[in-house]
């Protein structure tokens, strides 16, 4: 690799070709503050508050975007620099509303934070006049608050060039800029899929979940409700982080002890769901192979990733599984299978799901999710929402004890486990498929092909001489270039999972803030360490799933599970004002 | 070949257009088929004749005689005395005007002699007024697409460079970055396709040049781009052209069809291997646009806002690939280098900055309208020989050079030689080459608000501080005007504008402030009589004037 010297504040340092200013503060120590970068999303270079000088140059330079070049001379604290930074902020804030306290993001805020670290103490300009559009609370998942929003566009970057949906633009010019779906109309009327990856990147408070705090604290007080619970695999591996510990720790045990003293009745897990999804879709998998049905197949665990294809796919529709994700097959045999065993009315059982998502809230709020005669969820709440639950009750996470799940809907497999990183179904679906097939054991249960955070990841598997050829797609963009690829006739899968969200549920919408790839990746890890933790690691292995088959379901693909487990999904188009109502 | 002996240049510009030249033009032709005159006499609409005020306006040579302000009994006279009897219609020529009695002066001498054609020099405008821009074979006979078939027949593309570059020639869009310079780092680049795009969406308040240009002599920008495209190996030139420009429009692509038919655009120019083609595209009138990787992102169909740089467009533009954006007036500067040599240029103009600059005059300056005069022409000259002076005698308050971007500069720079370097280092920019002359009656902070309304209309939204800051400024130069800033704003008023020219994306962003800063450094005590309520000019409402104050 081709380096060069450059000078930062009087210290030499080499740094490869093509690095960027902040790249190489960043190697002397000197983390220059930023606001509209991030990480993983193209370089803006807009929000102007990362500006150093740059010895010859006419004006100061953006350290997101410059590259350095041999002998470059950087300065990124004289008074020009500071002044810079300090008025641009000040020109941020003076556009903002003043009322941290009662914003969502108060403490978590990156403008906030700026503020202080900048020095900034007094406002200077006059106190805003204008007005910005309204709060667009029209869908089921998200709140996009355009008076917080500052402008950065990482929103836009993620909407657009990560998940290919390109649900909101920059609208209006200069002072009059807003961040919106196109035509002035709500988000509920445009193809956004509610995935929340745009809450993750946003610095402020301006785009967030709706909020499920207040019903499920409701429920908690309501002694005439049964309030069960049920956490996605993700969560286990990234909840920590919102009390402080590092990204990559399993935090399974105190999860549960942690929900058991918000007063749950039951802690139960939505990695039992997940088992049975195997056991159910792998069926339907086989089903298909067998009688040549809709190849190839393609998973239908992740709500944003049904969205999407019913928005911009809605001619294949058939591809999709039609089992219902593992939250809505929890949420249907809670008040169908428990409720019988267990004698409570299901009128009386409240369903609460912690979920790495945000477009779960919209999923369990799909009118035709309901088939045990009730809402099957009655509430998704994220990981962020959690996390607030347990801060607001002063439950000291870190310190708590580990607990287990609830039998009989808490029993779950290192299978089910991994359903939270992008490759994670597949392989759960390979682990079981292969041995129901060729009746024998796997000597491995390990397809490390297809996990990771790459876009589009492919697999064979040899099933007893025949070969089935899979693929893995996370994120949205990847999911589009894997159905182009099948809508040109050059897809020879038979069997693909899609998940919507970067790296899979582990980097979903819902998830603490911030979510990077970098932390993503800890998270990954975090859920293949879990898998290998548990004695079982096949869905068909799960003890609470056969008994379930034996007391309930009867068998896979079977009439109840017909009724309480499959579904069908909706065309939508790409101008849905009408569908997505 | 007919033998006329008499030509009629009627004027054809948007200015002389839109006061009614093409319905003079009509009478004019029945007059002369009415006298019976029509085998004799040769009407031709041209480009703009220059003094855009006093349209709309004709010249009728051999005579040389300018005829202005006109109106349909005016060329009934001009048809019966001149055209006919062959004597000048002295109360209708166009004259000089004098500052000093802002009244008509002087006699009747051709027009060659008048200060305002005198100290002109006529490089891009060359054609401008003299030839039918509608006709190729009249630009072909004044040494038209001489200089592309010099260069493809007998020059190598790093020849062509090499001459640019010796020229030093600068960009006349506004910036001034050395166009040879430009043109040899696309040169360099390897790839399969590169852009030549002519930069026609002049949104510059009160510049008007690029457009009389292209109405005027659009071969002279066609044969520019031509040789640009030959010289970096660029096969494809587009043209973004204002929307608002219809007759630019009409006639680039006149002109473009001209010169595809004559197999001057096409495959194998000229029987070399030379490919070029181009094509037009309008605008939709954002300002912002005219920065040239807005103006690729326009062409995109993308927002129009600017890109971050680098990458240059230079070198990743159009597409992505490397794409030359130059100005109109810097490429019809183009042939007459390649024709008389860089070193003719060089002996235009000053040693730094050589050849002429098209100006366009306005505000309160008798000859309003479009001139080119050699770079270093002093701010008098300009304003008192070239403009003829202030009308009714008033005194000269400020000159913003540059267009609204500029800054502005007060008397004791009336003897400053106008150049890029020069006009940079006071803290204003030569620009587009709008002059915009302020007489005493106007009120600084007054007009000030006006340019400042502009940015805020005009800044895209992309950056914080273009976006954010032009509207700062506007509410504090309003606050001044209504009496209610403080002193405290005045001075954030400084920081703010120090912060936006360091560190805004684009050049919009970075010069918004230049007039606000250089007003408040020549004119602090206006600013100050703001302060204390009053307005010395008696402009702003609020306020009270000076002297009844005390």
């Known amino acids: 690799m081709e380096m060069v010297k450059v000078t930062v504040d009087n210290q030499q340092v080499e740094v490869p070709k093509g690095s960027t200013i902040l790249e190489a503060a960043k190697k002397v120590g000197i983390k220059i503050p930023t606001l509209c970068y991030h990480e993983d999303l193209d370089v803006k270079a807009m929000c102007r508050i990362c500006v150093v000088e740059v010895v010859g140059a006419r004006t100061l330079q953006a350290a997101c975007s410059q590259p350095v070049s041999d002998g470059m001379v950087i300065i990124t604290n004289s008074p020009a620099v500071r002044r810079a930074r300090k008025i641009n902020l000040e020109l941020l804030l003076s556009n903002h509303p003043q009322d941290c306290l009662n914003c969502v993001r108060n403490q978590r805020c990156e403008l906030q934070s700026l503020a202080d670290q900048l020095g900034v103490q007094q406002q200077r300009f006059r106190p805003k006049t204008k007005t910005k559009s309204p709060r667009d609370e029209s869908t089921a998942a998200l709140i996009r608050d355009p008076e917080k929003c500052i402008l950065c566009r990482r929103c836009v970057e993620v909407c657009h060039q990560v998940q290919s949906v390109g649900a909101i633009s920059p609208a209006n010019r200069g002072i009059d800029t807003e961040i919106a779906p196109a035509g002035g109309v709500d988000l509920n009327d445009v193809a956004c899929v509610q995935c929340g990856q745009c809450s993750l990147v946003c610095p402020v408070g301006a785009i967030y979940e709706q909020d499920h705090t207040e019903r499920v604290w409701s429920a908690l007080?309501?002694?005439?409700?049964?309030?069960?619970?049920?956490?996605?695999?993700?969560?286990?591996?990234?909840?920590?982080?919102?009390?402080?510990?590092?990204?990559?720790?399993?935090?399974?045990?105190?999860?549960?002890?942690?929900?058991?003293?918000?007063?749950?009745?039951?802690?139960?897990?939505?990695?039992?769901?997940?088992?049975?999804?195997?056991?159910?879709?792998?069926?339907?998998?086989?089903?298909?192979?067998?009688?040549?049905?809709?190849l190839p197949m393609i998973t239908s665990c992740s709500p944003g990733w049904i969205k999407f294809i019913e928005h911009f796919y809605p001619e294949y529709l058939a591809h999709l599984s039609t089992c219902k994700s593992p939250q809505q097959m929890f949420g249907a045999l809670a008040k169908t299978y428990y409720a019988e065993k267990t004698g409570i009315d299901p009128k009386d059982i409240y369903v609460v799901s912690i979920m790495p998502c945000t477009a779960k809230k919209y999923e369990c709020g799909r009118p035709e999710m309901t088939d045990s005669g009730y809402a099957d969820v009655d509430a998704a709440l994220t990981t962020r929402e959690l996390a607030k639950m347990i801060r607001l009750a002063g439950i000291d996470f870190a310190s708590l004890p580990e607990e287990e799940y609830d039998a009989p809907l808490g029993i779950s497999t290192g299978a089910a486990v991994i359903f939270g990183a992008s490759g994670g179904v597949m392989e759960a679906a390979l682990r079981t498929v292969y041995e129901v097939v060729t009746e024998e054991t796997l000597a491995s249960v390990d397809f490390k092909?297809?996990?990771?955070?790459?876009?589009?990841?492919?697999?064979?598997?040899?099933?007893?001489?025949?070969?089935?050829?899979?693929?893995?797609?996370?994120?949205?963009?990847?999911?589009?270039?894997?159905?182009?690829?099948?809508?040109?006739?050059?897809?020879?899968?038979?069997?693909?999972?899609?998940?919507?969200?970067?790296?899979?549920?582990?980097?979903g919408g819902g998830q603490p803030i911030p979510t990077t790839n970098a932390i993503r990746e800890k998270r990954i890890k975090a859920i293949y360490d879990a898998d290998l933790g548990l004695p079982l690691r096949k869905s068909h292995e799960n003890p609470a799933v056969k008994t379930l088959y034996e007391e309930f379901l009867k068998k896979p693909l079977g009439e109840k599970s017909h009724h309480l487990l499959h579904t069908d999904y909706t065309k939508r188009g790409k101008y849905p004002e009408a569908a997505n109502r | 070949m007919t033998i006329y002996r008499s030509h009629v240049l009627v004027c054809g510009g948007t200015p002389c257009v839109l006061k009614g030249a093409r319905t003079l033009k009509d009478l004019l032709l029945k007059e002369i088929e009415r006298y019976q005159l029509s085998d004799e006499i040769r009407v031709v609409e041209t480009g703009c004749l220059g003094p855009c005020d006093d349209g709309p306006v004709l010249i009728v040579y051999p005579e040389g005689a300018m005829y202005s302000k006109l109106k349909p009994t005016d060329i009934l006279k001009i048809v019966e005395h001149h055209l006919l009897?062959?004597?000048?219609?002295?109360?209708?020529?166009?004259?000089?005007?004098?500052?000093?009695?802002?009244?008509?002066?002087?006699?009747?001498?051709?027009?060659?002699?008048?200060?305002?054609?005198?100290?002109?020099?006529?490089?891009?405008?060359?054609?401008?007024?003299?030839?039918?821009?509608?006709?190729?074979?009249?630009?072909?006979?004044?040494?038209?697409?001489?200089?592309?078939?010099?260069?493809?027949?007998?020059?190598?593309?790093?020849?062509?460079?090499?001459?640019?570059?010796?020229?030093?020639?600068?960009?006349?869009?506004?910036?001034?970055?050395?166009?040879?310079?430009?043109?040899?780092?696309?040169?360099?680049?390897?790839?399969?396709?590169?852009?030549?795009?002519?930069?026609?969406?002049?949104?510059?308040?009160?510049?008007?040049?690029?457009?009389?240009?292209?109405?005027?002599?659009?071969?002279?920008?066609?044969?520019?781009?031509?040789?640009?495209?030959?010289?970096?190996?660029?096969?494809?030139?587009?043209?973004?052209?204002?929307?608002?420009?219809g007759l630019s429009i009409e006639r680039m692509k006149n002109a473009i069809k001209q010169a595809t038919d004559y197999g001057l655009l096409g495959k194998k120019i000229l029987g070399t291997e030379f490919n070029f083609e181009i094509d037009v595209r309008s605008g939709a009138g954002a300002y912002v646009c005219g920065e040239e990787t807005a103006l690729i992102e326009s062409l995109e169909g993308n927002r129009g806002e600017p890109r971050v740089k680098p990458p240059f467009p230079g070198i990743a533009g159009l597409w992505g690939k490397?794409?030359?954006?130059?100005?109109?007036?810097?490429?019809?500067?183009?042939?007459?280098?390649?024709?008389?040599?860089?070193?003719w240029f060089r002996s235009i103009g000053t040693e730094n900055c050589p050849g002429t600059k098209v100006f366009t005059m306005l505000g309160d300056i008798n000859n309003q309208g479009l001139v080119e005069v050699p770079m270093g022409i002093t701010l008098r000259e300009i304003v008192y020989e070239v403009g003829g002076g202030i009308p009714g005698g008033r005194g000269f308050k400020m000159a913003q050079t540059g267009g609204t971007s500029g800054g502005c500069l007060p008397s004791e720079f009336l003897d400053m030689p106008m150049d890029y370097d020069t006009l940079s280092k006071v803290g204003s920019a030569l620009g587009s080459g709008?002059?915009?002359?302020?007489?005493?009656?106007?009120?600084?902070?007054?007009?000030?608000?006006?340019?400042?309304?502009?940015?805020?209309?005009?800044?895209?939204?992309?950056?914080?501080?273009?976006?954010?800051?032009?509207?700062?400024?506007?509410?504090?130069?309003?606050?001044?005007?209504?009496?209610?800033?403080?002193?405290?704003?005045?001075?954030?008023?400084?920081?703010?504008?120090g912060a936006m020219q360091l560190s805004a994306l684009c050049g919009l962003g970075q010069s918004a402030p230049n007039s606000l800063l250089t007003c408040l450094n020549f004119f602090a005590d206006e600013f100050q009589a703001h302060l204390n309520g009053q307005c010395p000019s008696g402009i702003c409402k609020n306020l009270t004037i000076e002297s009844e104050a005390v």
């Open chain 1, 221 to 294: 007080a309501d002694s005439s409700k049964h309030v069960v619970v049920q956490t996605a695999p993700a969560i286990r591996v990234s909840i920590g982080e919102e009390f402080g510990l590092e990204p990559g720790q399993v935090s399974t045990g105190k999860l549960v002890a942690a929900l058991r003293r918000l007063g749950f009745a039951r802690v139960f897990d939505t990695d039992f769901t997940a088992d049975l999804t195997i056991i159910e879709e792998g069926h339907e998998l086989l089903e298909r192979l067998n009688k040549g049905g809709t």
């Open chain 1, 449 to 507: 092909a297809v996990r990771g955070l790459e876009g589009i990841k492919e697999a064979e598997v040899d099933l007893k001489g025949t070969k089935v050829k899979v693929a893995v797609a996370n994120g949205l963009g990847n999911a589009r270039k894997l159905m182009d690829l099948i809508k040109e006739g050059k897809a020879d899968y038979q069997f693909i999972e899609i998940m919507c969200c970067p790296g899979g549920c582990i980097g």
């Open chain 2, 85 to 245: 009897k062959g004597r000048i219609v002295e109360e209708l020529v166009f004259r000089e005007r004098k500052s000093s009695a802002g009244a008509l002066q002087g006699s009747a001498v051709p027009l060659e002699q008048e200060k305002y054609l005198s100290l002109q020099k006529r490089v891009v405008l060359r054609n401008c007024g003299r030839i039918n821009p509608d006709s190729i074979d009249e630009y072909i006979a004044n040494n038209g697409y001489l200089a592309l078939g010099q260069a493809v027949t007998t020059l190598t593309s790093d020849q062509v460079v090499k001459i640019v570059a010796d020229s030093k020639l600068q960009g006349r869009g506004g910036a001034g970055f050395p166009t040879g310079l430009k043109w040899s780092f696309t040169a360099k680049t390897t790839s399969d396709q590169k852009y030549i795009i002519c930069n026609a969406d002049e949104g510059e308040p009160g510049t008007f040049k690029d457009r009389l240009i292209m109405e005027g002599d659009p071969h002279g920008i066609i044969e520019g781009m031509a040789i640009a495209g030959y010289a970096v190996g660029a096969s494809q030139g587009i043209i973004y052209i204002r929307g608002e420009y």
């Open chain 2, 322 to 343: 490397p794409t030359i954006v130059n100005n109109v007036e810097t490429l019809a500067n183009i042939a007459p280098i390649i024709l008389n040599g860089p070193e």
């Open chain 2, 434 to 497: 709008a002059m915009l002359i302020i007489d005493d009656t106007h009120c600084i902070v007054d007009v000030l608000k006006s340019f400042m309304k502009f940015f805020c209309h005009e800044s895209c939204g992309k950056c914080t501080p273009c976006r954010e800051g032009t509207t700062r400024l506007y509410e504090i130069v309003l606050a001044l005007s209504e009496g209610t800033a403080t002193d405290t704003e005045i001075q954030l008023l400084k920081e703010l504008s």
